[in-house]
């Protein structure tokens, strides 16, 4: 209902109290721009994401069907991973065909944003080429670039930023793709259960993409997010800037038992960050002689995090 942002401006205007109104609404990319052009410096914006990790916790076991299912209510609570997995398909499917094409009618039809969004899943925690993609959708870099606007906008998809130690350094400046719902990821990807996760190549990157949202649920605006990666290849999965300009670095491993690479430890000497962490699903905290810490998901989200944001 746009016309609702007039009145709602008059009334803010005559009577300035915070959260006077609250309005609750979807993720549509119209709403928000027409909110954002009729209430613009009279209203703030806050994300309910789907379900974190620490808001569901009852013990181990919930971290793999968490991971599995992803946030969304009505998947996390399903039956069982089979009608989970039913309404993720049918959600990722009615949601990129009917409202995504709907907005973008003009340019591609229904079957091609599906296409588009099933094409960004094999890109989940690699660098984003929007060169490349254009070729393959056989579409301008103008045009691929205003869809990912559109799925960033409906809050399914991240772009991570490469960080900059020193500007002069060949550092890569493309940023890496995530989506941001694993279970969305998983049924876009075509995963069909936890053994195809379990087999599947992308393990490391849905991983990678799961823990990282996570962290973003628990940190919110408290830190900046981005990566490091040299021209040489080593990398750091996420690099966050808290607001008291600490640098933490975080590589994120599938195993419990993780091998650290080398590469990690040269971008720690370019870096110089104040903590650095390796996350991996379960192993309980240890901190290693040359001063990496070790340790779970869930003990990192709910203990170690909030430390560092104080």
Request: aromatic fraction near 12%; include cysteine; charged fraction near 20%.
């Amino acid at each position: 209902m746009p016309q609702l942002f007039p009145p709602l401006r008059s009334l803010v205007d005559r009577h300035r109290e915070p959260a006077r109104f609250i309005l609750l609404g979807s993720a549509s990319p119209e709403l928000l721009k027409n909110s954002a052009e009729s209430l613009a410096g009279r209203i703030a914006y806050h994300e309910l994401s789907p379900f974190s990790l620490p808001e569901i916790w009852s013990g181990p076991n919930i971290l793999r069907q968490h991971w599995f299912r992803g946030g969304f209510p009505d998947a996390f609570l399903a039956p069982d991973d089979a009608r989970a997995k039913n309404w993720l398909t049918q959600f990722s499917t009615t949601f990129v065909e009917r409202d995504l094409a709907k907005i973008l009618v003009k340019e591609v039809n229904a079957d091609n944003m599906l296409r588009f969004a099933r094409m960004l899943g094999h890109l989940q925690g690699q660098m984003l080429n929007i060169s490349n993609l254009g070729n393959s959708m056989n579409l301008s870099s103008q045009t691929i670039s205003r869809y990912l606007n559109l799925l960033e906008g409906s809050f399914l998809t991240r772009r991570l930023e490469p960080f900059f130690v020193n500007v002069g350094k060949r550092l890569t400046k493309t940023p890496k793709f995530y989506y941001r719902d694993s279970g969305f990821y998983h049924a876009i990807a075509r995963l069909r259960d936890r053994e195809d996760l379990y087999t599947s190549p992308a393990i490391g990157a849905s991983w990678e993409g799961y823990v990282i949202e996570q962290i973003y649920r628990v940190a919110g605006k408290q830190c900046e997010y981005f990566f490091y990666r040299t021209a040489n290849g080593a990398e750091v999965d996420l690099l966050l800037l808290s607001s008291r300009n600490e640098k933490i670095c975080i590589e994120i491993k599938y195993a419990n038992a993780p091998v650290i690479s080398r590469g990690f430890f040269n971008c720690i000497e370019n870096i110089k960050p104040t903590h650095a962490f390796i996350i991996t699903p379960e192993t309980e905290r240890y901190s290693r002689s040359d001063g990496v810490t070790i340790i779970g998901i869930f003990e990192f989200l709910t203990q170690v995090l909030p430390d560092l944001l104080r």
